[in-house]
């Protein structure tokens, strides 16, 4: 098998103003690119270091670094799991060998996969900000049809409340980033349920799933710092009736993939999320999108700049990427 040429780069993107929950803040979506290329064909995938889950851009690419010369083992995407564990740098590199694949068959992900693509409505987020800018920003948004809220835990109900004053229509998911507490969630449930929440994600730490236990459910709870690859599922089935499916988190396509297919098989519904990145980052998420109950791939849209072949939004319908950008 000819050899495979890895080339790791790094790239900065802007975001209009700020991105905020309640772990921080930031003005930019840091990225990695792992680009391939193979007998003159090029492919190219792209992750966000989490420092959540204990990343960083230099440890990603260090790691990527580090299994440079094994890439001539590689033959499929099972040999790309080998590699390295889940997280950011395999989702980079499993990523770009699926557009190289693509591109050394002269086939589309979506012949690959014989899937028929369609457009996607994606939610759209506002950052976390006082109840009063939170409104502001739902009334400059209120023509999209699904708002994703930042939450923080105190001062939440009057957050969702203002949103809910300016955009009367749209379906309001809310992510508390594992900020709440038992009482809290218990207090809240209750007035949120009044104001029409369609879903709460991650509402407590990752490690106290088990708090969840003989609470009542009456708004879908979705599992999101909680639920990564495949044998995360078992912890959550009977807690959640959600999970949030990311990239960065299942460690590529491939495992993402397999992780839809096992939630549906459990009667989890799926939701489909990214980290703040570009179309570069969404567009195989795309891919495990298609068929999600909730999609959540904004991240172009809080960028002030992106891909010249990226996504096509109108209003927050994603067009189907073109194979240009990936895939």
């Known amino acids: 098998m000819c050899n495979m040429k890895m080339t790791i780069s790094t790239q900065s993107w802007p975001i209009n103003g700020a ?8 003005t930019h979506a840091d990225v990695v690119v792992v680009t391939l290329e193979q007998q003159g064909h090029v492919g190219r995938g792209e992750c966000v270091p989490y420092a959540r889950y204990g990343e960083s851009i230099e440890q990603v690419m260090a790691d990527l670094e580090s299994i440079a010369n094994q890439l001539s083992q590689v033959d499929s ?15 980079a590199l499993d990523c770009a060998w699926w557009d190289l694949h693509c591109k050394q068959q002269q086939k589309t992900i979506w012949q690959l996969l014989e899937i028929e693509p369609y457009e996607l409505t994606t939610a759209f987020t506002l950052s976390l900000a006082s109840p009063e800018k939170m409104g502001a920003d739902a009334k400059v948004n209120q023509a999209r049809p699904v708002l994703k809220l930042k939450l923080a835990g105190e001062g939440d109900i009057e957050r ?36 029409n929440v369609a879903m709460i994600e991650q509402p407590f730490p990752a490690d106290k799933d088990h708090w969840l236990d003989g609470l009542a459910r009456p708004i879908t709870l979705c599992a ?15 807690r959640y009736d959600m999970v949030n499916i990311k990239l960065d988190k299942t460690g590529g396509l491939t495992e993402a993939l397999k992780l839809k297919q096992s939630a549906i098989e459990h009667g989890i ?16 998420a795309y891919v495990v999108a298609q068929g999600a109950q909730i999609v959540d791939l904004d991240g172009p849209l809080l960028l002030a700049q992106d891909h010249p072949q990226g996504f096509e939004f109108d209003v927050s319908t994603m067009k189907v ?7």
């Open 19 to 26: 991105f905020t929950i309640s772990r921080g803040s930031k």
């Open 77 to 91: 995407a099972q040999d790309i799991q080998q590699l390295l564990p889940a997280g950011a740098a395999r989702n």
């Open 321 to 327: 990427m073109s194979p240009e950008l990936w895939g």
């Open 224 to 238: 999101d710092e909680s639920c990564h690859g495949v044998s995360s599922l078992a912890k959550l089935v009977g």
């Open 160 to 195: 969702v409340s203002a949103v809910r004053r300016y955009a009367p229509n749209a379906m309001i998911i809310v992510d508390a980033n594992e900020g709440w507490d038992v009482e809290l969630y218990n207090a809240m449930i209750p007035q949120l349920k009044a104001l």
């Open 269 to 284: 519904k799926v939701m489909v999320g990214c980290m703040v990145g570009s179309s570069l980052g969404m567009a195989p």
